[in-house]
């Protein structure tokens, strides 16, 4: 408890920063389907926030070194709020994409502020629980927006995106009030991309893969259900379960990825998602559909947390923040193109091309698994598995201590 109010201010931000930026990329494709926006056009929109979302991971530690956190927060949380009510003023699928791009530059910024103070304040006594609550308060707000779904597209879109700015300016006041002392800022992480590739190229292509499946599900999503003739309450429910399914597939994908050997778990977790792929191509019904998202969401998600467990059993101590870095990087590569193929995809060949594109890059990702294991990589030592959302590059020092062997505390 006592360290749950330690950290207080910054986990009631981050729920409603949550609950803003979690409700707009749905909110945008329904409201985008309504206003005769091409499918194509919405999955620009996807595209576009991811875009913002990498720039804002790369620009946000410069800005937090030359005003501070707290200040570098406000500044994001104004970018966020400006991008949500242009919403109102000019209904345009270009328009609305560079708002889309401040709406990434907002999220990658206020997570970048909220996890370098929580590495900065958090010991290595209580850096494991630390992570488990930031984890559970993230999820928690995470299933919060997608329930709101059904909520804010049954109102005027006026009042919809005001609500939303709401939350986003409501998560400038716990920060604006907290009476802690900001951290002192470090320096960023480099990003070296090269880093990456040379140390797991299973590692690479795997958080690729998991940016292409996340993204394509979380922006386009709501496409599919749309043609699938699903209500907003019950597309809110679908990527709900999405949500919670990989929050509960965690435990378990850890427990897998810290006793056998991570190549033959992230093949078997790709092996899994087509399984899970082709269940979800053959649901009918609002049931069948929801309990197959759930699945879907179990076995796709730990895809990049075993990855980057894997990568980092081939570095060392002083190379893990970037080594993060870089990873985050090759995510957001995947992330900023799927949703506009996943959304052309749907467009030119109906909803079984969603599912259809989705298995592909598990297959090759499976069969790079593979042959990985055919060339007998070797690990420096087998690091502990973290949970690692895909937030900001500063988590890299957040959780690098936890990645050390012989490190007392776990998440």
Request: charged residues 10%; positive net charge.
């Amino acid at each position: 408890m006592r360290l749950i109010l330690s950290f207080a201010a910054l986990f009631l931000s981050v729920i409603l920063l949550q609950l803003s930026s979690g409700g707009v990329g749905p909110l945008d494709a329904l409201t985008g389907l309504e206003q005769g926006f091409t499918k194509g056009q919405i999955g620009i929109l996807g595209s576009s926030h991811f875009l913002g979302f990498f720039i804002g991971c790369w620009w946000a530690p410069r800005v937090m070194g030359s005003v501070g956190h707290s200040r570098a927060f406000a500044v994001f949380t104004a970018m966020g709020a400006i991008g949500m009510l242009g919403h109102t003023l000019l209904i345009d699928p270009t328009a609305w994409a560079v708002m889309r791009v401040a709406s990434g530059l907002c999220v990658a910024g206020c997570y970048t502020v909220v996890e370098a103070w929580l590495q900065a304040k958090a010991s290595n006594a209580n850096r494991g629980r630390t992570m488990a609550v930031y984890r559970v308060v993230d999820i928690s707000a995470s299933l919060g927006a997608q329930m709101m779904i059904g909520a804010l597209a049954s109102v005027e879109t006026y009042l919809a995106y005001n609500l939303l700015t709401l939350f986003c300016c409501a998560s400038l006041l716990p920060l604006a009030l907290t009476k802690a002392s900001p951290p002192i800022t470090k320096a960023a992480p480099r990003l070296r991309p090269l880093l990456a590739l040379s140390r797991s190229p299973l590692a690479v292509f795997a958080v690729m893969v998991s940016g292409l499946t996340s993204a394509a599900y979380r922006m386009v999503g709501p496409i599919y259900g749309t043609e699938l003739n699903l209500n907003a309450s019950q597309i809110g429910l679908f990527l709900a379960g999405y949500v919670l399914g990989g929050a509960i597939s965690q435990y378990p994908a850890g427990w897998l990825a810290d006793k056998f050997d991570r190549r033959w778990v992230v093949i078997g977790i790709s092996i899994a998602s087509l399984i899970s792929c082709t269940l979800s191509f053959f649901a009918l019904g609002v049931t069948q559909v929801i309990i197959a998202s759930c699945l879907f969401g179990f076995i796709t998600v730990p895809i990049y947390s075993v990855a980057t467990a894997h990568a980092h059993d081939f570095a060392s101590t002083d190379e893990r923040v970037e080594l993060s870095a870089a990873l985050l990087f090759y995510y957001a590569i995947g992330a900023i193109a799927s949703p506009i193929v996943a959304a052309l995809l749907i467009e030119t060949f109906g909803t079984g091309s969603f599912f259809i594109f989705i298995a592909i890059a598990h297959l090759l990702l499976a069969a790079i698994g593979g042959l990985r294991l055919l060339l007998g990589d070797t690990a420096l030592s087998k690091t502990p598995y973290i949970y690692a959302p895909r937030t900001s590059f500063m988590l890299g020092r957040l959780t690098k201590v936890l990645r050390d062997p012989g490190s007392s505390s776990k998440p």
